[in-house]
């Protein structure tokens, strides 16, 4: 929420939604988190500026034509830790805002090099109405110890202590040799808030000690989209990923598939979305090219990266497009 030089909102819409759901008037949902979750993709303008415009035909399409209604804002594919403190405040207020009876939950990551920033993130996140927050492990000055990282998560959680909180385990990204059910040993003994792990790692055994030593309340999300199968015979919750923005349709009739134990019909879906991502990999498959292969396929036009990745070019996603609706034998999306 941003304000003039007199403390006055600027956006009074904003305002308004902030008073109502305030954390002293309302109490945020404490529903497992469970299903798929899209990690979302920040709106640019071609000048590199966050456009907050864009969220509300976001919902929609999410909503409306991939049947996902949960999101994780601010993360990875969300290029969070390239944007700014306020930047990020603006779009969780924006999530909030225009995800109000639509989205089933707002999941808010706030993880920040800075456990002050994360801290300010956290506790904006609980005034803006969010259903949840969660936090990536330190990358550059790193935790030595998993007794390190979860103090660094204690502080966050702290800040804003009745918002479900989730560990977000991404080691490629982090540099973080640590399993992931290191992590979380005793971690509701400090962190009562602890609802969960994002888990975005290709270790399964990792993963799936952390699920056999879970509590039921805990939500274990899996965040490789292309082995999402195996993490749910596993014992996966749900999922978080970015393809799931325009494959979100598909990928809920694998989940459905499995929860009615026909093996079949899931591993075929599993195996057309490793087809899709796999010939993406060939093309260079990286942040830029997912987030211009969505503006493709959704029609939205959710701008360019921001430096120092490079924006993808549109002839090169309209390739992986086509490949998309050729495997999944669609016409359009």
């Known amino acids: 929420m941003r304000l003039s030089s007199h403390g006055k ?8 939604f902030r008073t109502h759901t305030n954390p002293l008037m309302a109490t945020p949902s404490n529903r497992k988190l469970t299903g798929l979750v899209a990690a979302t993709f920040t709106p640019l303008t071609p000048q590199g500026d966050v456009d907050v415009s864009l969220i509300g035909p976001y919902v929609d399409y999410l909503v409306e034509q991939q049947g996902v209604r949960s999101v994780f804002v601010n993360g990875t594919t969300g290029e969070g830790l390239s944007l700014s403190v306020d930047e990020r405040k603006d779009l969780a207020e924006e999530w909030c ?3 109000k009876d639509k989205l089933e939950q707002v999941i808010v990551h706030v993880g920040c090099l800075s456990l002050k920033d994360s801290q300010e993130l956290a506790r ?33 959680a702290a800040a804003a202590p009745e918002l479900p909180f989730y560990y977000y385990h991404i080691p490629a ?40 030593k879970c509590p039921p309340h805990w939500s274990l999300l899996y965040g490789v989209d292309e082995q999402l199968l195996s993490a749910l015979v596993m014992g996966a919750s749900g999922a978080v990923g970015s393809t799931y923005n325009y494959l ?16 079949g019909k899931a591993r075929t879906i599993q195996f057309q979305i490793q087809d899709i991502i796999s010939y ?29 990745l490079l924006p993808c070019s549109s002839p090169r996603a309209q390739s992986l497009a086509q490949r998309l609706r050729q495997v999944l034998g669609l016409q359009k999306m």
């Open 280 to 308: 993406a990999v060939k093309q260079g498959f990286d942040l830029a090219v997912n987030k211009q292969l969505m503006c493709e396929v959704s029609g939205l036009p959710l701008g360019p990266p921001r430096l120092p």
């Open 124 to 156: 904006h996140a609980a005034e803006t109405g969010a259903d949840g927050i969660a936090v990536i492990a330190p990358s550059f000055f790193k935790p030595s110890s998993p007794d390190t990282l979860r103090r660094f998560l204690q502080e966050v």
């Open 97 to 99: 805002l225009r995800g």
């Open 9 to 16: 909102c600027l956006n009074p819409e904003v305002c308004a």
């Open 173 to 212: 990204m982090t540099g973080l040799s640590m399993r992931a059910c290191e992590i979380l040993e005793g971690i509701e003994d400090s962190i009562p808030s602890f609802r969960g792990l994002k888990f975005s790692g290709g270790d399964l055994m990792d993963f799936g000690q952390c699920v056999s």
């Open 248 to 263: 979100g349709n598909r990928v809920s009739s694998l989940l459905s598939a499995f929860d009615e134990g026909d093996l």
